[in-house]
């Protein structure tokens, strides 16, 4: 995160963490239905959505700890930011700038088709050439999933801090699901873009302090990538998919 914020000229405000031991006795004191890894995270969240409250923040981009970046970030965030109060003014709760699955409402998704040489589920070569070079475009989020990067306003993350807290104990889910959830029954006005600028590295190659997990099934695709620009990324994410759920892009 140093990394990133000195290269693009940032200046963050780092949210409280919970260790898994913190996480599990704090579940047990306050009855919350779920603990470990998966508290930490959903803790460290609400921790973020205080802070903005208690420090008359406006607008907050909240960042996970395992997100790379695009060299342009700041002229994409630019573009999307005019985009958004063109549309909505100042009636909007939040904005995903990074999210890990496609979502049905995106501009411009692809479909795959089954190759019939082997089975495998590919997309034709012109159709994804035209799926890279889109501009990035602003939508009304059906179903955000992953929490790595979104804006959030004031007035949403003061609903958020009471919810979130009070579902804790009364839903039993991971923090982006909860969200994702309220979102498809209309709890706030949300927005995605397409493409993401803001992406998961994966935690194969980039251990995250949030939630400890190993896998790298969470790395995504970026154009022009920060880290890889400076040396802290081994692989180049152009050569990803573009998200977890569409693992046949790169084998078409």
């Not at 003014?89 to 700038?97: I, R």
């Not at 999933?145 to 979130?164: G, I, Q």
């Not at 022009?224 to 998919?241: F, H, V």
């Amino acid at each position: 995160m140093d990394a990133l914020a000195k290269y693009h000229g940032l200046k963050f405000d780092y949210s409280q963490t919970y260790s898994q031991e913190e996480s599990d006795a704090l579940a047990i004191e306050n009855g919350y239905l779920i603990n470990g890894t998966h508290l930490a995270c959903y803790l460290s969240h609400l921790s973020a959505y205080r802070h903005i409250v208690a420090e008359n923040i406006e607008t907050a981009l909240v960042l996970e700890d395992d997100v790379d970046m695009e060299l342009d970030v700041k002229n994409r965030h630019a573009a999307i930011m005019s985009q958004l109060y063109r549309r909505y003014g100042a009636d909007w709760d939040m904005l995903f700038v990074g999210h890990c699955t496609s979502d049905a409402n995106e501009p411009g998704l692809v479909q795959p088709y089954t190759r019939e040489t082997d089975g495998q589920l590919v997309v034709g070569p012109e159709e994804k050439k035209k799926y890279l070079a889109r501009n990035v475009t602003l939508y009304d989020a059906e179903y955000p999933m992953c929490l790595h990067a979104y804006a959030v306003t004031r007035e949403c993350a003061r609903r958020l801090a009471v919810v979130m807290e009070e579902r804790l104990r009364t839903v039993g889910q991971d923090i982006d699901l909860v969200l994702a959830i309220g979102v498809e029954f209309g709890m706030a006005t949300v927005l995605g873009i397409s493409p993401p600028y803001v992406v998961q590295v994966g935690r194969m190659e980039l251990a995250s302090d949030l939630t400890q997990l190993s896998d790298g099934d969470t790395a995504q695709r970026l154009f022009n990538s920060t880290l890889y620009k400076l040396g802290l990324r081994k692989k180049d994410p152009r050569s990803l998919a573009p998200y977890m759920d569409w693992q046949w892009f790169t084998a078409s």
